[in-house]
């Protein structure tokens, strides 16, 4: 049977990592011939399948207003519990009416019975889940325990209960193994490691008509060599290490470009890498105004490039983070075929590294005889072209779409039986 399939969080819009694969699994599903719909407090899908609930964004004043109350602190108020109570109850009846528009067959619970973001809706879809037998997919990212901003908290209870769920009607997906081991130790939960994934099986978007001129834009020469660190600027991403890199190769026309902004936690950490880069001498561009989620003009009428248009320009990726939930950075690199500096986080060492990956590596700490391997990958193409070809292909094995399609049939066979249709 074709299955009517109804993904939930609190966004699916833009470029961060749950709503990427939320994207990438409800496009397996429907060439499988289901059909998806879509539940959050912001969405970019088309409205005709989807249902927007403004309450549902964890940046609803309302929320924001909770968490001011509920985190960092080891009591809360009796008001406070009803604010949770009071909008938790309209979630849970706007969940109900998603449900019931779009006559849901299985929900896929993306993140939001993971990270307490917004706890409400936690709780919501967890007291919806208890009173109504729908089969779901809790697909966790990341959990609390693993963000320190959440370890001391008024909230143990609610942690408790809906992060996450516990149902016989829940089937949990983890994206790395050391998260499936604290799963279980921590909460007694069995779960299927589903990892991030790229559609290797086509080919990458490469420079056409509309990102030819993104260099001359950004003011960067066709002869010189363009390093690119694809991420937010926060501290986890350890990019201190890749201002390192550029001074060590001692390479007179080079740049180090940072496609993303500093995000949520402060600008400490971006001022002190423009101190840092000036003292070494590193040419540092920062491009986040010219980067966005699509292709358009900016007030000023200059081109906004996705990063999809600056991977065919880059020579280099610098990917020196200190943690990742996965890495799609790293999987992006070997899509388009590009050499790569990974700091050895742990999820890396475990899940990533043990597939062959050739890649530079490092263990927190960049040397010499580190960067000169990597000066002798960019001077030397036919030894690169073999490192990323070779790497592409265990990435296409590993990670490609017919590795998610696989375990979604089996998760979906296993919750609905073995009349589920598959249309490709």
């Known amino acids: 049977m074709s299955l009517r399939i109804g993904f939930i969080s609190t966004r699916f819009a833009g470029t961060d ?6 994207h990438k699994w409800a496009h397996v599903l429907k060439e499988d011939g289901h059909d998806v719909f879509w539940f959050a407090g912001k969405i970019d899908r088309d409205e005709e399948v989807s249902m927007c609930v403004p309450e549902a964004h964890f940046n609803y004043t309302e929320n924001l207003a909770i968490n001011k109350k509920i985190w960092g602190k080891t009591t809360r108020s009796p008001k406070t519990t009803q604010r949770i109570h ?15 528009k779009f006559d849901i067959d299985v929900i896929v619970a993306q993140n939001v019975l993971t990270i307490p973001m917004h706890v409400p809706l936690g709780i919501a879809l967890t007291e919806y889940l208890s009173e109504n037998d729908i089969p779901t997919i809790s697909h966790h990212h990341d959990f609390y325990w693993e963000r320190d ?6 909230i143990p209870e609610y942690l408790e209960m809906a992060f996450p769920a516990r149902g016989d009607n829940i089937d949990h997906v ?9 799963l279980s ?14 559609d290797f099986d086509s080919p990458p978007p490469g420079i056409d008509d509309y990102n030819k001129d993104f260099r001359e834009e950004m003011g960067i020469a066709e002869d010189e060599l363009l390093l690119l660190q694809p991420t937010r600027i926060v501290p986890r991403k350890g990019i201190e290490h890749a201002i390192n890199l550029v001074e060590m190769l001692n390479i007179p026309k080079c740049k180090l470009v940072i496609s ?8 400490d950490y971006l001022h002190m890498l423009k101190d840092m880069a000036k003292a070494a001498n590193v040419d540092l561009l920062l491009i986040d105004d010219r980067v966005g989620e699509q292709r358009q003009l900016n007030s000023d009428g200059e081109k906004i490039y996705t990063l999809w248009d600056i991977y065919p320009h880059a020579d280099f990726i610098t990917y020196p983070s200190l943690y990742e939930g996965f890495g799609n950075a790293l999987l992006e690199a070997f899509y388009y075929k590009i050499p790569v500096l990974v700091n050895r986080y742990s999820i890396y060492t475990r899940d990533i590294e043990p597939k062959g990956f050739r890649v530079v590596t490092m263990d927190g700490i960049l040397t010499q005889k580190k960067a000169d391997i990597v000066k002798n990958i960019l ?3 036919d030894y690169r072209n073999e490192l990323v070809e070779h790497n592409f292909e265990l990435a296409q094995k590993f990670f490609s779409y017919r590795v998610l399609r696989r375990k979604l049939r089996s998760i979906l066979a296993n919750m609905m039986g073995d009349d589920i249709s598959i249309s490709s």
């Open 17 to 22: 990592g749950v709503s990427l694969e939320s």
């Open 86 to 100: 009071t909008l938790a109850q309209y979630l849970k009846i706007q969940i109900d009416a998603f449900v019931r």
């Open 149 to 154: 901003r959440f370890l001391i908290n008024a």
């Open 174 to 182: 983890v994206i790395n193994q050391t998260a499936r081991e604290a």
């Open 185 to 198: 130790w921590r909460k007694g939960v069995s779960s299927i490691l589903v990892p991030n994934v790229l």
């Open 260 to 267: 993303h902004e500093a995000g949520d936690e402060g600008t």
């Open 379 to 381: 001077s030397d193409e």
